[in-house]
């Protein structure tokens, strides 16, 4: 079934819901300690990004749970409805750098967003939504088992699979559902090999202005597809409820998807810059998508994952 995040409702403004979809499974986080608000709390909360770490054993564990059998159920447990006239499946050159990513969400369900391989220093940071990582106002709850898999297509994983080694997020995400973006930072392949060695990396923009003309990507929850195709929108940005908006009824499944500029959605060809990526929807029906517009919390964000 769909998941309506009630943590987008102080930023939604009216827009109906975050785009990532979930089971049944219901998990809460308890709440922290009074002894748990120290001094070093206090300064970690005084630092705009927030950063999860997972242990080595908790990627070897990411990796093995995530087998083919259990990538193929994930995308038959979730029918959002037939899929839009606006997303359109993306008939172009393969685009290594998007990707599905799948987790475990904080409510305990097998679900998936949509994630981006970006240049970067380190040569392993990905690109997608904060609520593809943590529930927004609840600082306790968190995704796990996160797998990031370039080029998903069909039950194909053509440039294998990356385990999610950290997770950057605004600290006005995880307080306050404000600025819906992430940056993680995956391990090496089996092989070795650093994520953008493998598929390369999409240039980042910050400070973009809105009003240009964007193509929108998503592995969305709607059928035919199933999660299993990449379905694009191409559409101008707009300004809108303090983020930038464009035409597109891709749901569920889509979100963390990249913003691409500079791109031919035919081809393929072009620089494809990222200049946001899916946060949200107008509404269970949707016919708009909301992207945060890329500014100086974004950017602080990307630092902290490229320089890790």
């Known amino acids: 079934m769909p ?11 009216g827009r109906a819901t975050g785009l990532v979809v979930a089971g049944t499974a219901l998990a809460l986080a308890a709440p922290l300690p009074a002894t748990a608000v120290t001094g070093q709390a206090r300064a970690a909360a005084a630092d705009p990004v927030s950063v999860m770490t997972y242990t080595a054993k908790e990627r070897r564990d990411a990796l093995a749970y995530w087998t083919t059998a259990r990538i193929k159920a994930v995308g038959k447990s979730v029918d959002l409805g037939p899929t839009g006239p606006k997303a359109k499946p993306y008939k172009g050159s393969a685009l290594k750098t998007v990707g599905r990513l799948f987790f475990v969400n904080a409510r305990g369900a097998d679900t998936w967003c949509t994630a981006t391989a970006v240049k970067s220093a380190n040569r392993s940071t990905v690109m997608t939504a904060a609520h593809c990582v943590r529930m927004g106002s609840s600082p306790g709850n968190t995704n796990t088992s996160m797998v990031f898999v370039p080029g998903y297509n069909k039950g194909n994983k053509p440039y294998g699979a990356f385990a999610v080694r950290s997770a950057a997020t605004p600290r006005t995400w995880e307080n306050d559902s404000l600025n819906d973006m992430s940056a993680l930072v995956v391990d090496a392949d089996k092989n070795g090999r650093k994520l953008t060695d493998v598929v390369g990396g999409r240039p980042i923009a910050f400070d973009r202005a809105v009003g240009g003309t964007v193509t929108a990507l998503g592995y969305s929850a709607t059928r035919p597809q199933l999660g299993e195709e990449l379905l694009r929108c191409v559409g101008k940005t707009k300004r809108e409820h303090g983020t930038q908006m464009i035409p597109c009824d891709l ?6 998807g990249p913003w691409l500029a500079d791109f031919d959605a035919t081809t393929g060809k072009g620089k494809g810059v990222l200049v946001s990526v899916n946060a949200s929807l107008d509404s269970l029906e949707p016919t708009k998508m909301y992207g945060e517009a890329m500014r100086a919390t974004a950017k602080k964000v990307y630092d902290r994952a490229q320089k890790s």
């Open 3 to 13: 998941e309506t995040s009630t943590s987008l409702i102080r930023r939604l403004r």
């Open 251 to 256: 749901t569920g499944g889509a979100s963390g």
